[in-house]
């Protein structure tokens, strides 16, 4: 299971980022962003394939400190208790130091460090959740 717990961990945090930039966030993040609907459709393979690589990397370290502990102790809660610290020390941090010397806007920055800390959130829950399995 050390690869397919991570590989379903990113296909959840795919489809989250799929609902997460279309129907939720869609077009305001990209008038913030500035990428018109011809932009964003070119080399989209490339762009999904690449991303979706990102988050089973993510989700593979993820579950490396999910299986820190016991067995008994790695379950949905846990599993989504680490995916969001994860998030919120790492990732949320590490997307405001790029966003700040870019010139991002605070908007396009909460649409985004939000999606990551739900990202491994959903990753480590989902991920807690097969231990049990």
């Known amino acids: 299971m050390q690869f397919v717990e ?3 961990g990113a296909v959840a945090a795919f489809a989250l980022g799929f609902l997460w930039y279309t129907a939720l966030f869609g077009k305001i993040w990209q008038a913030e962003t500035g990428i018109s609907d011809e932009e964003a459709q070119k ?3 490339r762009t999904h394939g690449l991303a979706f690589l990102m988050m089973f ?3 593979y ?3 490396i400190i999910i299986g820190f502990h016991s067995p008994e102790e790695q379950t949905f809660t846990h599993g989504g208790f680490h ?3 994860a998030g919120l020390f790492y990732a949320v941090p590490a997307t405001a130091i790029n966003y700040l010397y870019q010139k991002k806007s605070l908007k396009l920055y ?3 460090a939000s999606y990551l800390v739900l990202l491994l959130g959903l990753s480590g829950a989902i991920m807690g ?5």
Do not use: E, T
């Not at 959740?129 to 399995?133: E, G, I, R, V």
């Open 6 to 8: 991570p590989l379903i």
């Open 43 to 45: 080399d989209m393979a």
């Open 57 to 59: 990397v993510m989700s």
């Open 61 to 63: 370290a993820l579950n």
């Open 83 to 85: 995916g969001i610290l």
């Open 110 to 112: 909460l649409i985004d």
């Open 129 to 133: 959740f097969l231990k049990l399995a």
